[in-house]
T-cell receptor, first 111, second 112 residues
Framework: EDQVTQSPEALRLQEGESSSLNCSYTVSGLRGLFWYRQDPGKGPEFLFTLYSAGEEKEKERLKATLTKKESFLHITAPKPEDSATYLCAVQARGSNYKLTFGKGTLLTVNP | SQTIHQWPATLVQPVGSPLSLECTVEGTSNPNLYWYRQAAGRGLQLLFYSVGIGQISSEVPQNLSASRPQDRQFILSSKKLLLSDSGFYLC???????????FGQGTRLTVV
């Protein structure tokens, strides 16, 4: 069974204080690993897809990296508007494109 | 560009009442469609997915059902709601040519 574990559950940063979120996964043949951002009361917003170990993707202050067992979402010099829950999901080959999600990391960036 | 619409945004229903949540996608054809539920403190749980009209796969045995009467329409239903059906319901679509899923804005269902 595919599993995704995200840590920490919650992270509080000061504006400008860089950090990383972790996503550990177990999947029988990875098709893709996905990062989403979710604001309170809203649907998840797609950020990145990573397909193979060593791959990196960047968007503004966010950079996602992938190894064979985990993914990191690096946040550089965060701003208060980066506060949200960040979700990680995996998709296995032969899964009809279904996503298995972790519980998320609640990020709070204080001004 | 593709867009996904989901309604209503919030819903309060009594126990034992029926449910119908609707989701439509614009700007694409033959999408894969999904219903997820998000409960407090838990990750998103896949409820149903559909790869075509009339083709529904259920992931979790429960009090809910899904239907896909048209290519870009996905409906989540229940004949009699339970208290445990409360949660945040999310519809999503994905293309058959890629892997990403894109979510609607969700429906907050409270069963009282």
């Amino acid at each position: 069974e595919d599993q995704v574990t995200q840590s920490p559950e919650a992270l509080r940063l000061q504006e400008g204080e860089s950090s990383s979120l972790n996503c550990s996964y177990t999947v029988s043949g990875l098709r893709g690993l996905f990062w989403y951002r979710q604001d309170p009361g809203k649907g998840p917003e797609f950020l990145f897809t990573l397909y193979s170990a060593g791959e990196e993707k960047e968007k503004e202050r966010l950079k996602a990296t992938l190894t064979k067992k985990e993914s990191f979402l690096h946040i550089t010099a965060p701003k208060p508007e980066d506060s949200a829950t960040y979700l990680c999901a995996v998709q296995a080959r032969g899964s009809n494109y279904k996503l298995t999600f972790g519980k998320g990391t609640l990020l709070t960036v204080n001004p | 560009s593709q867009t996904i619409h989901q309604w209503p945004a919030t819903l309060v229903q009594p126990v034992g009442s029926p449910l119908s949540l609707e989701c439509t996608v614009e700007g694409t054809s033959n999408p894969n469609l999904y219903w997820y539920r998000q409960a407090a403190g838990r990750g998103l749980q896949l409820l149903f997915y559909s790869v075509g009209i009339g083709q529904i796969s259920s992931e979790v045995p429960q009090n809910l059902s899904a239907s896909r009467p048209q290519d870009r329409q996905f409906i989540l239903s229940s004949k009699k709601l339970l208290l445990s059906d409360s949660g945040f319901y999310l519809c999503a679509w994905g293309g058959s040519w890629n892997t990403e899923a894109f979510f609607g804005q969700g429906t907050r269902l409270t069963v009282v």
